[in-house]
């Protein structure tokens, strides 16, 4: 009895232990704000960004110490035969240890304090540039979703003209033209929806990878898109800021600092660092105790390459530092105008010029029933349509895509907020 007790309580363990082990779920429907939270746990690039810096305090830890290696201890022990044929032992005891000169010591930790900082800058501005893929991953498959809406709707009308047409042309109603061109029509709705379909697809794969998680998968979300304009300061205000909160180009400057202080590590290596010794020994019965210093004579090997090379890595750190500037200065200006652009583009665009094309071809479809208007007015009706869905969608899309450029270009400053699931979040 106590073995089959045993075993069920080994049973029960193992049972939590594999559940423990197992990953957490992804929460669904998924919202915005636990998108965001998922992925700063788990996104790939921001694991990675952390295991690196991990890396760096290693390297930080192995370069703060006081002296260049631990002390080394020498035994020794020989036998000395005298004339007479007998034995004495001889021992000696030598303790060293080598000392930092010239400050090279704190030049190393220097260094890596500078790498390990600007690893830190580093994290903070993927976690920013993550946060706002995140974000346009998400709005953009909000998108995907209203342009599957849109197209089941237009095939639903296409679908019943063309019914409609196909019925009048067996009754003798109707002409070939006519009947044909609301085949076309269906047609071309059935691949829309298609397409629409397909953006849906990738959009949500395109999050899945960004979260981690199963592309498999279903992925829910839940929100309603409904971007609200960007609280913008002016231009010079922006840069400025910009620059002082991009977190990459913080770490560029560490970086720049730690090769400065490597380059003066490698002009300082031609001082020799010193090793101090002290000694014991017996000899014939006699004690000896004594010290001293050495160190290697730097005749040969002169670390003439070691400063060529630490020369030419602040060189490339300088030149990335201020390549990077420019380039941050040409995201934000060139993310400021797609902004501006995007935002006058899906207010001309809305979802009532969407309605009124819907309109206009329902209203040319009871017209062409009614024998008032022909073939060539529905078709002109239905590129309509099509055509204004496709600008009102593309509109969404630049305005998504505009708005979370402009967050990654400047760190994070400024955030596109989804109003509407704010809204509904809050209720």
């Given at each position: 009895?106590r073995?089959?007790?045993i075993?069920g309580?080994?049973g029960l363990?193992l049972?939590?232990a594999?559940q423990?082990?197992?990953p957490?779920?992804?929460?669904q429907?998924?919202t915005l704000?636990?998108?965001?939270e998922?992925?700063?746990r788990?996104?790939?690039?921001l694991?990675?960004a952390?295991i ?7 390297v930080f ?8 290696s631990n002390?080394e ?5 020989a036998?000395?035969?005298a004339?007479d044929?007998?034995?004495t032992?001889d ?13 090279q010591g704190?030049?190393r930790?220097?260094a890596?304090?500078?790498r390990?900082?600007?690893a ?6 993927l ?10 991953a998400?709005l ?6 209203r342009?599957?809406?849109t197209?089941?709707a237009v095939?639903a ?5 063309a019914?409609?047409?196909e019925?009048?042309?067996e009754a003798?109603?109707?002409?070939r033209?006519e ?7 269906l047609?071309r709705a ?12 990738q959009?949500?794969l395109r999050?899945?990878?960004l ?10 979300l839940r929100?309603?898109?409904a971007?609200?304009?960007l609280?913008?300061?002016?231009q010079?205000?922006?840069?400025q ?8 180009l ?10 400065q202080?490597?380059?003066k ?9 010193l090793?101090?010794f ?9 004690e000896?105790?004594?010290?001293g210093?050495?160190f ?9 390459g070691e ?9 490339a ?16 200006l060139?993310?400021?105008?797609d902004?501006r652009?995007a935002?006058e583009?899906?207010a ?6 969407v ?5 206009n ?7 062409f ?5 022909g073939?060539?007015a ?5 590129d ?6 496709r600008?009102?969608?593309?509109a ?7 708005g ?13 907020d989804n109003?509407?699931a ?6």
């Open positions: 009895m073995f089959y007790l075993l309580a080994a363990c049972a939590a594999v423990a082990a197992e957490e779920q992804l929460p429907p998924l704000d636990r998108a965001l998922w992925a700063e788990y996104n790939p690039t694991r990675g952390r690196e810096l991990r890396r760096n305090q290693g830890e192995h370069a703060d110490v006081a002296v260049p002390p201890l020498e035994l020794e022990s036998e000395r035969q004339p044929g007998s034995t032992t021992i000696g005891v030598r303790l060293s240890q080598e000392f930092w000169i010239a400050g704190g030049l930790e220097a890596a304090e500078s390990l900082a600007g830190r800058s580093q994290l903070d501005f976690r920013a540039a993550i946060r706002a893929r995140v974000r346009a998400f953009q498959t909000l998108v995907a979703g342009a599957v809406d197209a089941e095939l009308v296409n679908r019943d003209l019914n409609y047409a019925r009048r042309l003798g109603k109707a002409n033209l009947a044909n061109t609301a085949r076309i029509g047609g059935r691949a829309l929806l298609a397409q629409a379909r397909n953006r849906q697809a959009a949500r999050l899945a990878e979260l981690a998680v199963d592309p498999s998968e279903p992925l829910s929100g309603r898109l971007p609200a304009p609280q913008l300061p002016n010079d205000q922006l840069l800021r910009a620059v002082q909160r991009r977190g990459d913080a770490a560029a400057a560490k970086e720049v600092s730690a090769a202080e490597e380059l590590l490698a002009r300082r290596q031609i001082v020799p660092n090793k101090v002290g000694f014991y020994g017996e000899e014939e019965k006699a000896i105790t004594g010290g210093v050495s290697e004579l730097p005749l040969l090997h002169r670390y003439g400063r060529k090379q630490a020369s030419a890595e602040l060189d750190a300088l030149l990335e530092r201020n390549t990077l500037q420019r380039t941050v200065r040409v995201q934000v060139s993310g400021l105008s902004y652009a935002r583009r899906a001309a665009l809305t979802e009532e010029v309605a009124a094309a819907n309109e071809f329902e209203l040319t479809q009871a017209a029933e009614a024998g008032e208007l073939a060539p529905l078709t002109a009706a239905q309509t349509l099509i055509n204004t869905r600008d009102y969608l593309d969404l899309d630049a305005l998504v895509a505009a979370t450029d402009l967050e990654r270009a400047t760190g994070g400053l400024i955030a596109m109003a509407a704010r809204s509904e979040a809050s209720q």
